[in-house]
């Protein structure tokens, strides 16, 4: 079997309102598809739909071989799935919540007891395993969601946001467990808001908005899309803005993008890499005071937000920032998960926000740098 | 890869619900107040009215006035499970564990059924409180064990079916304070309209025939026919002359009914 999830025209409407219209995936056994998309796009109810926990009005889908509508038993034999919010019983401990799982899978009382203490090893839980659910921090829940998940050994894994709300560490640890399973054959499909999630696990990427698939293709080939590299040029005062921009004029491609704030200057340059020690020369020469000189690759941000016209709500990947973990999203996402238990219907609201904190990064950038000096 | 098959074995399905009815069981022993909570009303009902309006109420041809009320109370008892049901059911929504459990290859009757299985264990629970308190306030029964019993297994069954309402109520309405609301309304329309506490010469004739009609009241006669506790003047309507039989055919019918709509009604429950 070569195609692990194939789904054609998928639609899904509740009420008036039409969630997904006319989505076309299709992964091969033993890769991750990363679905991105903001708040709203679709990924949930894309999750849902393949995960037989939902019937499309329109289109069909095939998981493992088998049709999500009409053999879903057979589907849901062979599928794992971690919903957007960690569903443990929280009156359960840790290895009850693992065990009972495992005998639902009927893999034996002996089976499920032997499954879930491997996993609970395998997700650093043991310390906690007899303890009840409900008193485990976020990321805690989250790897018993992730184990539970996996005890049925699944051919297919559905992880809807499996990383909101974790810190770098349990990120990381997250991220491993998920390139094990590929390596062992198994085919992903991944939700997410974070790029560099998408960029670091993902080999094939869909990028959906309001129901619809806006682009596809691996990460190269989706910032391909956005263009070139260009060079990214911070300087010390405001004074000095016009004074950078006027030594740069000669060497841009296109007029310069200036963020006053961040005093900060984006240029496409005119003849790619060589143009970079000119550049470089030129404001030297020309005694601008420059906080930072960086060439820059497009992210996968960048490429939504060259697709979406938005941004999402959070932070830029650092691409060739000193930082290799998003230093923004944790915080944020956490606050966003808050704002959505508690003002579930605002997502417009969200997107603006988005906008907002888009910009947010670079100019925080600018100020790590200018600390460093 | 071995496949058993589209439909899973009885076996299969009988396993999951005891897991199921496994992990409830931790619950119940896990917050014991849900117990507690659950007896706690219909024994202070049995104490207030067994005691307090035993000596200003009398019934016609009837005794005492606890020998008429308790299957009254006992009635409601089965009526306060609607209430638990509901909340036990979409708590499950709510956290995403229904959404786990549909996502297995399970059978679809096991997430009901163990619900409503364990649920019955704390209404038995209230039942036996409720018992010992009547019991403690005066209470006989008249008749043979074996009719004793009987009533008692109509008590449950009559609670097991509100479990029935209730989850359904619970996968519609996934609102904690709106199933809180919804159920109280219930148990206070289900138990005045019906002969829990008061016989029901005193209504007008068509809302006595709703009444008498009312499930409530064909329990409740029925307990009282059994045990020996039916007051001596009774009526020549037909839930008057054969309470036993309709109390029967009736909890058997909402359990036909109610059981084939809360597994078509979960086969799509969605989480929000
Ligand atoms: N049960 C429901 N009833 C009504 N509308 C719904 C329901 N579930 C989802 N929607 C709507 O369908 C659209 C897609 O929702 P979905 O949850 O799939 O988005 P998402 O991409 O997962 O968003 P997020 O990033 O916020 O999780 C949204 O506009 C949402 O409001
Ligand atoms: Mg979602």
Redesign the pocket.
Known sequence: MDTAIRATGLGKR??E?H??RGVDLEVAAGTVLGLL??????????V?LLATLLEPDQGRAEVAGFDVVRQQRQVRRRIGLAG?YAAVDGLLTGRENLELLGRLLHLGRKGARARAAELLTRFELEGAAEKPAQTYSGGMRRRLDLAAALIGRPEVLFL??PTTGLDPASRLVLWEMVREQVAQGVTVLL?T?YLEEADFLADRILV?DT?QVIAEGTPDELKRKVGEEWLEVGVSTDAALPQALAVLAPVAAAQPEVDRTGRRITVQLADGIGTIAAAAVALESAGVPVTDFALRRPSLDDVFFHLTGRGTQVGRAPEEGAQPLAQGPEGEAERDEKA?KAAPGE?AGRTENGEKAEREPVAAATARTGDEQ | MSDIGASAGLGTALGDTAALIGRHLRHLRRTPEKIIAITLTPVTMVVVLGYLFASVVTVAGSGEYHDYVMAGVFAQVGLTCVGVAALGVATDLRTGLIDRFRSLPMGRSAVLVSHTAADLLTAAAATFAVTLAGLGVGWRIHKDAGSAVLGFVLVLAFAYVMLWLGALVGMLMRNAEAINGISALFLVVLSFLSNSFMPLSGLPAWLRAVAEWNPVSLVAAACRELWGNAPTVAGSSLPDRHPVLLAVIVVAALLAVLVPVNLRVYRTA?T?
């Open positions: 509740y009420g309102h969630a997904l998309g903001p708040n709203g796009a679709g990924k949930t109810t894309t849902r957007q809807d946001e939700t808001q959906i129901g959505e997502k | 969605v929000r």
